[in-house]
């Protein structure tokens, strides 16, 4: 019986894992993928990794940030932007006649923590004794958290191993581009991590629910 429940629990972990996949895939090619906060267009491709995460565990979470870096790597290779050398091996540095395979880790490391650190976060706040209240608070934690890695990751790796070609492409001296991460982080990372923490309080309290309904 118990091989059997195992079997019936991997099944369902599989299926709602590739829900989440096509849900990725999905954002990231299409408009969807992006919220108008009037200031910036924040992406919401992260948040079926991060609501994975939550729900499936670390491992299924760290293969849908795995699916996150290879939609990222495809959209940077097939239709390149003036960051596209940091994110794919195949778009050249900015004075040099090819890439970097650097670019890989940009592209997959900070993806595949988004996976990861959101059921740590949440776990670690599950100590506590939680209300209804503190529960959707916890969630808006681990939602922020597993942005916030994305954004702080990604821009620091960017920072590390292609300081002196986002100065190039930049057209700015090396000294000020730590100042232009900080920017960037402020500007696009606090609106994404916020909204992050609302949605993924929202959907995984609505799934913790059913979950409790079906049981």
């Known amino acids: 019986m118990n091989g059997i429940g195992g079997t019936k ?4 972990k599989f299926v709602t894992a590739s829900v989440f996949t096509g849900l990725i895939f999905l954002l990231a090619f299409t408009p969807f993928g992006f919220i108008n906060l009037v200031v910036i267009k924040s ?3 992260h948040i079926p990794v991060i609501v994975g995460s939550l729900t499936l565990g670390p491992y299924w979470g760290a293969f849908l940030g795995a699916m996150f870096g290879v939609t ?3 959209i940077n290779s097939t239709a390149p932007s003036l960051l596209s050398f940091a994110f794919s091996p195949l778009i050249p540095l900015p004075g040099a006649p090819g890439g970097s395979l650097w670019a890989l880790v940009v592209c997959f490391v900070p993806r595949v923590l988004v996976g990861i650190v959101p059921w740590h976060a949440d776990r670690l706040l599950q100590k506590f004794s939680f209300t209804k209240k503190t529960r959707l608070l916890s969630l808006f934690i681990s939602g922020a958290a597993g942005s916030l890695t994305n ?3 990604v821009m620091h790796l960017i920072y590390f191993l292609f300081g002196n070609s ?8 090396f000294e000020a ?5 900080l920017g960037i982080i402020m500007a696009n990372g ?3 991590a916020i909204l992050a923490g609302v949605l993924t309080s929202s959907i995984r309290k609505a799934m913790e629910a059913r979950e409790k309904g079906r049981n």
């Open 166 to 173: 986002y100065a190039a492409v930049r057209n700015v001296a």
């Open 190 to 192: 606090i609106p994404e």
């Open 9 to 12: 629990t991997g099944l369902r």
């Open 151 to 153: 954004t702080l990751l």
């Open 177 to 181: 581009v730590y100042g232009l991460v």
């Open 72 to 74: 990222s790597l495809i």
């Open 43 to 45: 992406t919401v491709i």
